[in-house]
């Protein structure tokens, strides 16, 4: 019995790999694309608070609406500076007064905190002028908030501002 071997050439056909060199190319190749898109990725977090911010304001906007359309029905409490006792918010049933047809920004009438809800941010209302709802993780919580100031005149709403600059 005669054995027929295969000429090596053809031997070889039948190897399967990658050569060192396909490996280290493929590699640089992942590295490149990993040091373009990490930047990218490294300011998702910042975003997501800004995001948060927003819509925080965006509920603080709503909750005052809401109140001052509660209060524009209500005649002893459409006037100007203090009104009397007469609007419960919908998270404190006890009548509260409004300083010019909207919420306070401090805790002596129906503060904007009694209007909506706010989890997931701290709140600081030792300021007479404005209530600040903030992030606390953040590099500087103070600029990373969302600041609500009572209405100055009646008339005038309240002012809301956004500080994104410590997010």
């Known amino acids: 019995m005669k054995h027929t071997h295969k000429p090596r050439a053809v031997a070889n056909r039948y190897l399967t790999g990658f ?16 040091a373009t898109a990490l930047p990218r990725f490294a300011s998702v977090d910042k975003n997501a608070r800004i995001a948060s911010l927003n819509a925080l304001a965006g509920s603080i906007k709503s909750a005052m609406q809401m109140a001052h359309a509660q209060c524009f029905i209500t005649a002893e409490c459409n006037v ?11 998270d404190d049933p006890t009548l509260k007064a409004m300083y ?16 909506m809800t706010f989890s ?34 009646f008339g005038a709403p309240p002012t809301v501002t956004v500080n994104t600059s410590g997010c």
């Not at 100007?80 to 919908?90: G, L, R, T, Y």
């Not at 919420?103 to 209007?115: A, C, E, K, R, Y």
């Not at 404005?130 to 209405?151: E, G, H, K, L, R």
């Open 19 to 34: 050569t060192l060199v396909e490996l280290v190319t493929t590699i640089a190749i992942l590295a490149i694309l990993a």
């Open 80 to 90: 100007p500076d203090w009104s009397n006792e007469v609007i419960a918010s919908p």
């Open 100 to 115: 010019n047809g909207y919420p306070t920004s401090n805790m002596d009438g129906s503060h904007i905190s009694l209007w």
């Open 120 to 153: 997931g941010f701290q709140m600081d209302s030792s300021n007479f002028l404005f209530t600040s709802f903030y992030i606390a993780n953040t590099p500087n919580p103070a600029m990373c908030s969302v600041n609500y100031q009572y209405a100055l005149s």
